[in-house]
């Protein structure tokens, strides 16, 4: 799948996703309206009412981009009808020739996490026969628990030809409080617990940077043809941090989020990318499923928000690619 | 809720809580055998066989014990219909008087953990209606992305009188990978960007310390009668480390996996728990759900399977007061 990622980036031309968000309270009243008359007030009917607004988004913009990102949480917060437009938004997209990532942040241990996998990149034996879940041909992953959280994820990636962004140093602010603490270095541990430290600060290191080595280090035991299924998720809010973690995870596409409406600039974006052009591939959700409501393009109207969408997303790609000079 | 768990803890003088991880093959043919006969072998069937067994279960043990601990992957990997008796599983338990833990461990930023929360404890407004989604009682969070990922769940918490159990220190082998890693301390980080650290080993501390410092605080702001509405996860395989957590994060509930099947053993539990002998829920999965394939409750055969899941909760609640000497 990170080939057919590679293959859909170079036909756009495009290194952007679009993150399929929605809020009831992006959905022009026109579509709620209306499904809330044939459901009621109820899960169904916001659900309805996520399922048209995606597909007039979606419709409007599949021609220009390589892959969309749906938040799990966005469709899970309306229970049962919100996932089944989760699984059909997945569906859609794919139909479409989309790359779905789905974004997930799942993460636990040994046989949950493989069911995990299975939820949402792989199949499930019921019986004799192998079903698909949810399928999305991407999950971002939460590292917290070690690579015994990861590597079902790695064995359902080998199998499916499918992959993860592990998340990395997240786009928002408070992404520090835990990332980017400093590390003692391993070899530096023994003199900690004797009880002093002393050295050079390169024996110190960024948790955000620890956590980049061991997905270099998972994604060396993963690859496709020059990229590996394992990637990183890595905020566009923090681009010093982007520089350094390039380098650490060479053959890591890094997924961007925080570009836009979190204050993301495209000009920071580059170091983000290899020399190749690829490695990286920028999200924008609000930016371009809620555009409509920004002044910018306020002239479309609410009931002509995918145009709005696709006006945004046009735009997102030339400030982009301005900033890679391509 | 937190008040609601420390009332079923005294009544049933059990501080354990069983985990519903449902796998197929912990099921007995007769069951599985049943639903694909009337779904196939469909994600429909698995999800049938799953409601059985667990229904059988919790009928069979629900006197006996303060709560129950779903955890949503096993769920998950059954697509829309999995996640359909997941729901049903937590309505039927709370009816039955239990406190629901969903094992969710779901996390990420801003309005988006705002939708996890209303997913999971809260609910969700669509028109003039306030609609629940999941409704657990509790949910295991993740805290890799720090405060932003969490201070929505406290929203919840205060405004639903719901709780959080925050991942701290995992059971599972390789949670030391990132969780153990010592950190320098904030006043030492100066000299450290300056080229050098010094100093005793008390201006470092391990990861999942810093996290247990960040709960405790989370704690201090959610606060029930004598505990707070957030607890911590930390592990029965680590328990000189669940010593020093219980210290660090005095004000709230330990959710302790890794009893039994994963190695942690009753004598170690002791200082997981507070003077007041509670502090503590002891969780146990495989062990008792899956009961009827271990040699000991061999005896009760696959037919009888939730009545050696009722021996098994038993013999539980007996080897751990006895630890506790209560």
């Known amino acids: 799948m990170i080939q057919k990622l590679i293959a859909n980036i170079k036909k756009t031309n495009a290194p952007i996703v679009v993150g399929l968000d929605p809020m009831l309270s992006y959905i022009p009243e026109s579509i709620t309206k209306a ?16 399922w048209q607004f995606n597909k007039k988004i979606v419709d409007a913009v599949y021609d220009l981009i390589p892959a969309v990102k749906p938040q799990i949480a966005m469709y899970e917060q309306y229970g049962l009808p919100g996932l089944a437009v989760f699984k059909r938004t997945v ?8 790359v779905v990532i789905g974004d997930v942040k799942r993460g636990d241990i040994g046989s949950t996490s493989a069911a995990y996998a299975a939820a949402h990149l792989g199949r499930v034996q019921v019986g004799s026969q192998l079903l698909t879940p949810f399928g999305e041909d991407f999950a971002t992953v939460n590292p917290y628990l070690g690579t015994d959280g990861i590597k079902p994820f790695l064995d359902v990636c080998r199998e499916e030809k499918k992959g993860i962004f592990v998340l990395v140093k997240t786009s928002n602010p408070s992404s520090g409080e835990f990332q980017d603490r400093l590390l003692i270095n391993p070899s530096a541990e023994t003199a900690a617990e004797d009880g ?10 960024p948790l955000y940077e620890v956590v980049g080595e061991k997905v270099a280090e998972w994604a060396e035991s993963c690859m496709g043809d020059d990229y590996s299924y394992v990637g990183a998720v890595v905020g566009a809010t923090y681009p010093e941090m982007g520089k ?16 836009g409406a979190q204050g993301g600039k495209a000009k920071d974006l580059a170091p983000y990318f290899n020399e190749d052009g690829l490695g990286a591939i920028v999200n924008s959700s609000r930016g371009i499923i809620a555009a409509y409501r920004q002044e910018k393009y306020a002239s ?25 000079e391509r």
């Open 35 to 50: 499904a809330f008359a044939e459901y009621g007030e109820t899960l169904e009917g916001a659900a309805e009412a996520i």
């Open 244 to 259: 350094i973690l390039r380098r650490v995870m060479p053959k890591s596409f890094i997924l961007v989020p925080g570009y």
């Open 196 to 205: 002093f430290v002393s050295g050079k600060a390169d024996s110190c290191k």
């Open 91 to 98: 569906d859609y997209c794919q139909e479409k020739g989309l």
């Open 300 to 324: 479309f109207g609410a009931d002509h928000f995918a145009e709005a969408s696709r006006a945004a997303v046009v735009d997102m790609i030339k400030d982009i690619n301005q900033a890679l």
